[in-house]
C-alpha cells in the first residue's frame, strides 16, 4: 500500500545532491556538509492530515508487524520503501508520557509532563534510531551489499543501543567507548549483547574520530548519528508525544543534549506534522545542556552567530559530555525555527533537581536532571510560565546510572551539596528503637 512513496538522503547545505537511501553515504560527497532523509512530501500530500491521523491511531498499539513499534507505525513519514521483512524490531516507542502531578505541584505548575523515553529495550531514546539503522543494514546486506560490521562511538547508550538491535538482527557490532568515561550499566549491555568493545584512552569526541577511520573503506557501516537514518527513527517522538494529547500541541518541550541529534530529530518531526498539516501550532523547544560540555549554550549567548567547539569537562551527565557535536547545524536550524532557547546547568543543579523530582516517584537519569534544572531555572527567571504544558524529555533510565544515584546519597559526588540525601537506617534489630527511629524520621521527612 504505501510502496510508491519515496524518500532519498539530501545535503543540508542546499547544494543539491541527492543520494538513494541504500547508498553507503553519510555526508554530501560534493560540499561535506550533514545529509538528511527528504521525503517526497507532494506523494505524502496526497493523504489529508485526518486520514493521516486516522491511520496512525488505528496502528497505535496493535500487534499487526511491524505497527507494534511506535517507530514503523508511521512508517510512510521514516522510511517508506523499506521491506516489511527487513525490519529489525524490538517494538520501541510508545513509551508512557506521564503527569508530574506532585513535582509539577512542588514548582506551581499543574500541566507538566514527561516523557519517559528511557523506559525502553536499552533503556534510552537511542532504540528509537537505532531500529531505524539496523533495519536499513539488513535490508543493504539482503540485496547484496559486502558490510561485515556496524560500528559507532558512543558516549554509552548508542553503543547499547546499537548492539542489541544489531545482535537481534544477526549483525556484528564494534563499539568504541571512551575509557572510564561511561557507567557500569551502559558497558555491560554491548559486552553482554557480544559486541567487540574497545575502550580507548580518550573521549567521545576522540572515539568519533577513530570510528570515521575504521569505517571510511564501507565494509564496516557507520552508525552515528551523523547518519541521518537514526534521525528519521528519533523524530517520531514528536509525532507520538502530540498524538498521546490527542493531537494537541504542547507549549514547551525541554529535551537534554550533547551530539544535538536529538533536539534537530524533535524539529524534523514537527516540521512535518506542521507541513502535512497534521498540527497548526510551534511549540517552543529548550535544549538543555550541562556546563561542563556547553558548546551550544556559548553560541547561543552569541545569537548562534559562531559556533566553537570545546574541551568538555567531566560531568555527571556522563552521555553528554561532548564537546563537538556532529549535527551543531541541524540544531540550530531546529532551535530558530522553534523560538528556541538553550540553557545549561552545574552539576549541582542537575543532582538535586533529578533527585527532588525522584521524591515525588520518579528515578531520574543525571542528563534528564539538567532537563528538569534547566526548567526549574527558566520558571525563576520568566522565561517559562507556570501555566504553559510543558514536555520534559526524559533520555534514559535512572538504572542505568546507578553510580550517580548512590554517590548522591552518599555525599560522594564532586560539586554536589545532595540537599535530598537520604540515607538507610543501620540500626540493630530491636523492635522499640525501630518504632523510635520510624517516628523521628516521619517527622522530618513528611512534616
Ligand atoms: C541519556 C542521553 N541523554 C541525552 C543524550 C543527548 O542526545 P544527543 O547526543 O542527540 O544530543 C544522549 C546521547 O548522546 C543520551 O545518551
Ligand atoms: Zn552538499
Known amino acids: 500500500m504505501n510502496s510508491n512513496f519515496s524518500a532519498s538522503f539530501r545535503c543540508i547545505a542546499g547544494c543539491g545532491e541527492t543520494y538513494p537511501l541504500h547508498e553507503i553515504v553519510y555526508t554530501c560527497r560534493k560540499c561535506g556538509s550533514l545529509l538528511e532523509v527528504s521525503h517526497d512530501m507532494d506523494r505524502l500530500r496526497e493523504k489529508s492530515a485526518i486520514q493521516w491521523r486516522e491511520l496512525f ?12 513499534s511506535g517507530v514503523w507505525n508511521k512508517k510512510e513519514w521514516v522510511i517508506p520503501g523499506i521491506d516489511d521483512e527487513n525490519i529489525t524490531s524490538m517494538l520501541e516507542g510508545n513509551t508512557n508520557l506521564l ?6 505541584s512542588m514548582l506551581g505548575m499543574d500541566d507538566l509532563w514527561i516523557k519517559m523515553c528511557g523506559n525502553s529495550h536499552t533503556g534510552s531514546f537511542k532504540d528509537l534510531g537505532m531500529t531505524v539503522l539496523v533495519s536499513m543494514v539488513n535490508e543493504m546486506i539482503h540485496r547484496g551489499a559486502n558490510i561485515k560490521a556496524v560500528a559507532c562511538a558512543s558516549t554509552g547508550d548508542t553503543s547499547a543501543a546499537l548492539t542489541a538491535y544489531a545482535s537481534y538482527g544477526g549483525i556484528p557490532t564494534i563499539v568504541f567507548l571512551p575509557r572510564n568515561k561511561i557507567s557500569t550499566a551502559q558497558l555491560v549491555q554491548p559486552m553482554s549483547n557480544g559486541a567487540i568493545v574497545i575502550s ?3 573521549d567521545f569526541d576522540g572515539c568519533m574520530r577513530i570510528v570515521q577511520e575504521v569505517t571510511k573503506d564501507n565494509t564496516i557501516y557507520l552508525a552515528n548519528s551523523m547518519n541521518s537514518l537514526r534521525i528519521e527513527g528519533q523524530k517520531t517522538i514528536s509525532i507520538e508525544m502530540v498524538q498521546q494529547f490527542n493531537w494537541d500541541v504542547p507549549d514547551t518541550i525541554i529535551i537534554p543534549g550533547g551530539n544535538l541529534g536529538n533536539i534537530s530529530a524533535l524539529g524534523s518531526g514537527f516540521r512535518m506534522m506542521l507541513e502535512l498539516g497534521l498540527i497548526k501550532k510551534k511549540p517552543r523547544l529548550i535544549l538543555a545542556q550541562a556546563e561542563k560540555a556547553n558548546p551550544l549554550y556559548l553560541s547561543y549567548l552569541k545569537g548562534f552567530k559562531s559556533f566553537e567547539p570545546v574541551i568538555p569537562e567531566k560531568t555527571l551527565a556522563s552521555a553528554i559530555q561532548i564537546g563537538d557535536p556532529v549535527s551543531v547545524e541541524k540544531a540550530v536550524r531546529a532551535l530558530k525555527e522553534f523560538d528556541g532557547i538553550v540553557e545549561q546547568a552545574g552539576e549541582d543543579e542537575l543532582a538535586d533537581a533529578a533527585a527532588l523530582a525522584d521524591r515525588t516517584g520518579l528515578f531520574c537519569c543525571p542528563h534528564t536532571g539538567v532537563a528538569l534544572a534547566v526548567l526549574i531555572k527558566l520558571l525563576d527567571s520568566g522565561k517559562i510560565s507556570k501555566d504553559e504544558r510543558t514536555i520534559v524529555i526524559s ?6 546510572f546507578s553510580e550517580f544515584k548512590i554517590g548522591y546519597h552518599e555525599g560522594t559526588l564532586k560539586d554536589v551539596k545532595s540537599r535530598h540525601m537520604n540515607r538507610p537506617v543501620e540500626m540493630e534489630p530491636d523492635a522499640g528503637k525501630v518504632k523510635k527511629i520510624i517516628d523521628q524520621k516521619l517527622k522530618e521527612q513528611y512534616g
Open 57 to 68: 491511531d488505528s496502528r497505535m498499539g496493535t500487534n499487526r508487524w511491524p505497527y507494534g
Open 99 to 104: 503527569w508530574a502531578k506532585r513535582f509539577g
Open 200 to 202: 580507548l584512552d580518550t
Open 395 to 400: 533520555t534514559a533510565h535512572g538504572l542505568k
